[in-house]
């Protein structure tokens, strides 16, 4: 890029020599929301997470369902400013067990979401990355040093899909996916957002789940998300519940423990079972818990079997509320 340019995700440019982000420090706002929101089912369930982004971002998906931000080039979309110092004293304040770096992927804000990952390791709360996975090698080491967990979108299982929806590549999203399972103490989750005739055949759900099987394991939580029309996919349908089930049995049928539906009211398929004795052992209806049956440690309460994630005592009770927060007033 020459002096005065911008990038294709438009938060980046060239000033006075040097390729500086515009974005850092301000964000398109923040909400305090349930952590299966982001989603994750397995890190701290029942808490409830201070979530902001930014603007921009490094993919074109034309599904995008929070393309007013990702997608935004008016620098006005920014609603607060916000240190990591304020963000970490108001996620204390607001009794969050964790930060959430989304809407937009933070990897087009990634100093940014560092610094802020780092005051809040300070201050006793915990971080999570929603991203798409699409990054570099070696920003990918750097910026999961300050992650304590991640929910990575694999979008679909082609190449074709990636580059014509997406405006991406398949294999750097599966490289970042080994190296979280290989390298990293990182607990992350993957969703996939199932998109008619797109990515939902049997053949392609086949191969994705099989993949996930013999590179991360069974224990990776798998969730199938329902799509809804958006932005640049407005002429296609709603996700039918039905496909959302045929994709969880497939992946059970491949071995995957913990694959759950989403964006639609399904408790079976919501909930989570114990893998040693099958008993369910916390139950949901979207991002509502119920019936819980872990000890402190993770440990279902039938067989003593500790289920794989992150449990600090019992579940939370944030629920399903939505809070909008402004940053800016509460540092007055």
């Given at each position: 890029?020459?002096?005065?340019?911008?990038?294709?995700?438009?938060?980046?440019?060239?000033?006075?020599?040097?390729?500086?982000?515009?974005?850092?420090?301000?964000?398109?706002?923040?909400?305090?929301?349930?952590?299966?929101?982001?989603?994750?089912?397995?890190?701290?369930?029942?808490?409830?997470?201070?979530?902001?982004?930014?603007?921009?971002?490094?993919?074109?998906?034309?599904?995008?369902?929070?393309?007013?931000?990702?997608?935004?080039?008016?620098?006005?979309?920014?609603?607060?400013?916000?240190?990591?110092?304020?963000?970490?004293?108001?996620?204390?304040?607001?009794?969050?067990?964790?930060?959430?770096?989304?809407?937009?992927?933070?990897?087009?804000?990634?100093?940014?979401?560092?610094?802020?990952?780092?005051?809040?390791?300070?201050?006793?709360?915990?971080?999570?990355?929603?991203?798409?996975g699409y990054i570099n090698a070696a920003p990918r080491v750097e910026?999961?040093?300050?992650?304590?967990?991640?929910?990575?979108?694999?979008?679909?299982?082609?190449?074709?899909?990636?580059?014509?929806?997406?405006?991406?590549?398949?294999?750097?999203?599966?490289?970042?996916?080994?190296?979280?399972?290989?390298?990293?103490?990182?607990?992350?989750?993957?969703?996939?957002?199932?998109?008619?005739?797109?990515?939902?055949?049997?053949?392609?759900?086949d191969q994705m789940t099989r993949w996930i099987m013999d590179k991360l394991g069974p224990d990776v939580p798998l969730h199938f998300t329902a799509f809804h029309p958006d932005w640049k996919m407005m002429d296609k349908a709603h996700t039918p519940p039905a496909t959302l089930t045929r994709a969880r049995n497939i992946a059970r049928a491949n071995g995957l423990h913990y694959v759950y539906t989403g964006n639609v009211h399904d408790s079976a398929g919501s909930s989570t079972y114990c893998v040693g004795c099958g008993k369910r052992v916390i139950e949901r209806d979207w991002y509502e818990l119920g019936e819980w049956q872990l000890d402190a440690a993770g440990k279902c309460l039938h067989c003593g079997t500790r289920l794989p994630g992150v449990f600090d005592g019992a579940a939370g009770n944030w629920g399903a509320k939505r809070m909008p927060v402004r940053l800016a007033a509460m540092a007055r």
């Open positions: 890029m020459h002096e005065g340019q911008r990038g294709l995700c438009f938060v980046r440019g060239v000033e006075a020599g040097e390729v500086k982000l515009f974005t850092y420090g301000r964000s398109s706002g923040f909400c305090v929301d349930p952590i299966e929101k982001k989603p994750l089912n397995h890190f701290l369930p029942g808490t409830s997470v201070l979530s902001f982004g930014t603007a921009g971002c490094n993919l074109a998906c034309k599904f995008c369902q929070n393309w007013d931000m990702s997608k935004s080039r008016e620098m006005d979309t920014l609603a607060d400013r916000a240190t990591p110092e304020m963000l970490a004293a108001a996620a204390q304040r607001l009794k969050c067990a964790s930060v959430a770096f989304t809407y937009n992927d933070p990897v087009v804000f990634m100093e940014y979401a560092m610094d802020v990952a780092d005051a809040c390791r300070e201050a006793g709360v915990k971080s999570v990355a929603v991203t798409a910026f999961y040093k300050h992650m304590d967990a991640a929910n990575v979108d694999l979008k679909g299982f082609t190449e074709r899909f990636y580059k014509k929806i997406c405006g991406a590549e398949l294999g750097a999203v599966l490289e970042t996916l080994e190296y979280l399972k290989r390298e990293t103490s990182v607990w992350f989750e993957i969703t996939t957002l199932l998109i008619p005739d797109e990515n939902d055949s049997d053949a392609e759900l």
